[in-house]
């Protein structure tokens, strides 16, 4: 992509209601814009972002067992009345009515819907275990949207939704998202920490919020450090592997962690003072055990193997690819600008050229421009017609991991300077050998 043919509206001032690092640099960055209070629209260089956000989450949804499907935005109210949630939700649900003066509304979360599609289908136990995801726009009419698309009202969740046809079953499947989530953010550069979090009214211990550690969060959190370098469970990962699973939740569970609405203080008292950390957290994703609580009421039930119907246990998984973008950015910045993680960043390379209109320097980056097309590398070549140091501001402040620098003087000599941007570290090589790096 060349820049001169990109859109990257870069602004030199931070909006003044942007109050946190990631919803400056979202701006000035061009990634988004607001278009009412919480909504906003995702220009390309957000888009990018989002979109590779959006793939690591549904490859590993994939890789766990869960399956891709689409509902819709509108929901009628109807299905709302039937777990008596319609009433419940209160101002946060967006209420419309059409034509007809039917009583509908913009989702909030989808728990009724995916009931009401698991019951019109799914008759016996043989079909389970089942899980269903999708990744579609949210509305919430939150009472202090802010932070940019951290706390928006239209947001993005992938939610995934299990069935199964006892409480044992229903375990597994929630190790099961528990363990895809923690290779999730890991792959999303982020050290998400799961916290026991409220289960609400239908008790019981499966809840877990997963948060990333941040002045800017919003919760106060208490955990233990040690959480912040245990492994990742690997691609080799056996999800079908009930005990194998068990254990790895087991481990990531044994240490106190908690919000500050299930923090116990006498329990707090005995981590060692060395290891306590308490901070803010931001909740990037949170799962829950809920029961029967909607295939009771709603009645899906499954004929089990004793002949008999039971209503399903379920579960919900929500993650919110439109907050994780801010928290990366919250989490991986410097004073110049976002600094991004390859796997999530909108280019891998940015290409500039320090003086356009120069043959040699043309040439040279004609030359590497064609190399990381040709390799599939996504990459932006500044080819405007800016001065070299705006050129510099730009590329550090959209956070490309690498910068390829071609000035005249280099150029002269065959070379390129090649810049990681974060540790800052500048080499100068080849132009061969600069191509030979990326592809
Ligand atoms: P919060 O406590 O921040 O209001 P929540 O507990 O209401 O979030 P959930 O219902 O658990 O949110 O939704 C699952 C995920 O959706 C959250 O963990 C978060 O990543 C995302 N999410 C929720 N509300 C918003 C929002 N207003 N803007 C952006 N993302 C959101
Ligand atoms: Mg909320
Ligand atoms: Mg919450
Ligand atoms: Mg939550």
Request: hydrophobic share 40%; proline share 5%.
């Amino acid at each position: 992509m060349r820049l001169s043919k990109f859109f990257l509206p870069i602004l030199k001032e931070s909006p003044r209601e942007a109050e946190i690092v990631s919803h400056r640099l979202m701006t000035r960055a061009g990634m988004i814009r607001q278009q009412s209070a919480g909504i906003y629209s995702w220009l390309p260089l957000g888009k990018r972002v989002l979109d590779n956000v959006n793939r690591i989450i549904r490859e590993e949804q994939n890789r766990s067992g869960a399956i891709e499907i689409l509902m819709p935005t509108i929901q009628s109210a109807d299905l709302w009345r039937e777990s008596g949630r319609y009433d419940d939700y209160g101002q946060e649900m967006l209420r419309i009515e059409d034509r007809n003066e039917r009583d509908m509304l913009f989702g909030p979360t989808n728990e009724e819907m995916v009931t009401d599609i698991f019951r019109s289908y799914v008759r016996s136990y043989k079909a389970l275990p089942l899980n269903l995801y999708h990744i579609q726009t949210k509305f919430r009419d939150e009472r202090r949207p802010r932070f940019g698309t951290m706390r928006s009202r239209e947001f993005q969740m992938k939610d995934a939704y299990s069935f199964d046809i006892d409480k044992d079953g229903a375990v597994h499947a929630y190790n099961r998202m528990f363990v895809a989530y923690l290779r999730t953010f890991a792959r999303l550069g982020l050290k998400a920490i799961p916290m026991r979090a409220e289960t609400g009214p239908i008790g019981g211990d499966l809840s877990h919020e997963f948060i990333i550690l941040a002045d800017t969060g919003e919760s106060q959190v208490f955990c233990h450090r040690d959480f912040l370098d245990f492994d990742t469970p690997g691609v080799e990962t056996d999800f079908d592997d009930r005990a194998g699973l068990a254990a790895i939740v087991e481990r990531w569970t044994s240490l106190y962690a908690a919000t500050d609405e299930m923090h116990d203080p006498a329990l707090w008292a005995e981590v060692p003072a060395e290891a306590q950390m308490s901070a803010r957290g931001i909740e990037v994703g949170h799962i829950f055990y809920f029961g029967t609580k909607y295939s009771e009421p709603m009645g899906a039930t499954v004929m089990g193997p004793d002949g008999k119907e039971h209503p399903v246990h379920m579960g919900s998984y929500g993650i919110g690819p439109t907050r994780i973008v801010p928290s990366i950015i919250e989490a991986s910045h410097d004073e110049a600008g976002i600094i991004w993680p390859e796997s999530v960043a909108p280019f891998k390379v940015g290409l500039i050229n320090m003086k356009p209109g120069d043959e040699a320097c043309d040439a040279t980056c004609e030359r590497i421009e064609t190399a990381l097309a040709n390799a599939g590398v996504d990459h932006l070549y500044d080819d405007t017609a800016d001065r070299a140091g705006a050129k510099f501001a730009t590329a550090d402040l959209i956070g490309l991991p690498w910068q390829v620098i071609a000035g005249p003087r280099a150029v002269a000599n065959g070379e390129v300077e090649i810049k990681n941007r974060a540790s800052g570290e500048r080499q100068t090589m080849s132009v061969e050998a600069a191509i030979n790096r990326f592809t």
